[in-house]
């Protein structure tokens, strides 16, 4: 009978545990009430969110597109679907009444297809049988409205984003003025050879396409001579070739109390890429930066040098399917962000390829604010160094003991650049004009801030590039793009934070999904900086070697005549037989660095997958002993 009990005792638990389970499940859900366990609390309305909601003061109808009855929408959209419903329920709840939900299944010929088509909502065809299915949303407010097309489980994480934005675009209709200027296509190229063969223009790049969900963007040339007055943020992308006349006018756009993102680059790889297929563009070289307003800001940018850091370095795949750690590539998370800053804890990771960095002490009256920096491992190299590979690099590379500042804001009152004013245009072909005519008064310019200005500056502009910051891949007929770091976050988040709107931020914040093992490159630097010393010496001996015996073979070749003594014969074949030697020593230490950095892996993959197994069955035997010795004592 005791035996019974014993076995009768932890199966009426786990059906209890159940059954406790199922009723609190089932409670929750008739509450609509949810514990969120996930880090980032993806399943939870944030605080921006929140904030968004609480002002609304007129109602919001939300119309949520759903073939709910069409047996060829797939499992997945499905099981998102549910997803999509219960967020938009803890919506309505947190709405305050102001939030409106209307579901609708737009079968075939129907009012709710024709809704779906009238809001813009875009019925997606099914490969097995044809039907179109429709998951997707539209949000009005009064006589604004825009829409959600198609909710991609790709990017379930933004899925709290694409809907607040909405909302806040149709509850504030009016869109501020962000200006772009760029010396590359980031706002998308037409060619009239493009049109000729009726090609269709490349599209914006995807962080200028998400910028028009919510602002209105305006180019703004490299040659521009003044900045419009009802431009609210000015962002600065690759200013290559920027002219003397731009950077006075983006320095009275500061004066007068504007806000600034520039985006600079001691080595962009686009412009390599671009130049190599269409030609140079305007000047020589594929850095961009602003000098002469750098330098009346007291910042200097190493635009002739790259942070390489071992610490933050990235694993490439190279040629032949090889993967090498670059340590020019960053990937920064953790303690290389400041959190303190609302735009540094908005940011997660970044993927930053060849970036410079910051130094200099600013000019009385600005503030600096250290956003983004490198390890104090880092140090600086040589920008031309990146066209021979990592190898070249990691050979040049010496630590500079100090961390380097990848990302900085600038703020107060800043003074021109140009004391003596605008500079003098170019001459120009134009006639002069006549005598009688009177001269036109040069406007009047600021040598010194009326208001408190903004510069935001990062070492790189390569990261805002759609290959870098994500990926793009077709869902259905639908291409969506996945972030797959924080890059275009931070560039959004900046231009948010500087045109009011802080609340978005906070929630794309949780959008990221790159994250480096950052303790294991840590350990793998360790490792290669073990081994680089003798690797180094090892092909330096080698060098030596193979030059001395080109020279003796060299000198036979000149004169067929001459016989080469026993004496000579001896020495030739001593450096051919340390050659070799040589080559098997760099061969084996090359080999145990890859063993090393393996094992590594290796040992750190089975921690992860036995160690919290281990910990339940010592913890599960450690209960059984303790049970089973206080009954032994009764």
Known sequence: MKKVESWLLPIASVIAVLIILVVVNVLGNFLKFRVDLTENRLYSLSPGTRNILDKLDTPVEIRFYYSKDNSAMPVPLRTYAQEVENLLAEYQQAGHGKIQIVRLDPKPDSDAEDSARLDGIQGQTTSLTGDKIYLGLAVSCLDAKTAVPFLSPDRETLLEYDISRAISSVVNPKKAVIGVMSALPVLGRSSPMMMMQRQAPNPPWIFIQELKENYTVREI??????????????????????????????????????????????????????????????????????DKLLKAWGIDFTANKLVADPNLATRIQRQKSSVESDMTVLSVTGDSINKSDPLGASTSDLLLPFAGAFQGKPATGLKEEILVSSSKQAGLVDAGSVMMGADAVRKLYKPGNTALPLVIRLTGTFKTAFPQGKPAASPSPSPSPSPASSPTPA????????????????????????????????????????????NLNLIESSIELLAGDSNLMSIRSRASANRPFVVVNKMEAAAEEKYQNKIDELEASLTQTRQKLSELQTGKQADQKSVLSPEQQAEIKKFQENEGQIDRQLKEVRKQLRQEIDSLQNWLKWLNIALMPALVTCIGLGLAFFKKRSRAAR
Not at 268 to 273: E, M, P, V
Not at 453 to 474: C, K, M, N, T, W
């Open 221 to 290: 040339p490299v040659t521009a001579e003044k900045i419009d007055d009802d431009v609210s943020v000015l962002l600065i992308h690759y200013p290559k070739g920027i002219t003397d006349a731009a950077q006075f006018a983006i320095d009275q756009f500061l004066l007068h109390g504007g806000k600034v993102v520039a985006l600079l680059d001691p080595f962009s790889f686009i412009d390599s890429q671009l130049s190599g297929q269409e030609g140079m563009m305007m000047g020589g070289g594929y850095s961009a930066t602003l």
């Open 443 to 486: 406007p009047a310019y600021l040598k010194e801030g009326t208001k408190e200005g903004v510069v935001l500056l990062v070492g790189d502009s390569d990261f805002a590039y759609d290959q870098i910051a994500g990926r793009e891949q077709q869902v259905l007929n639908q291409t969506v793009f996945t972030p797959a770091n924080g």
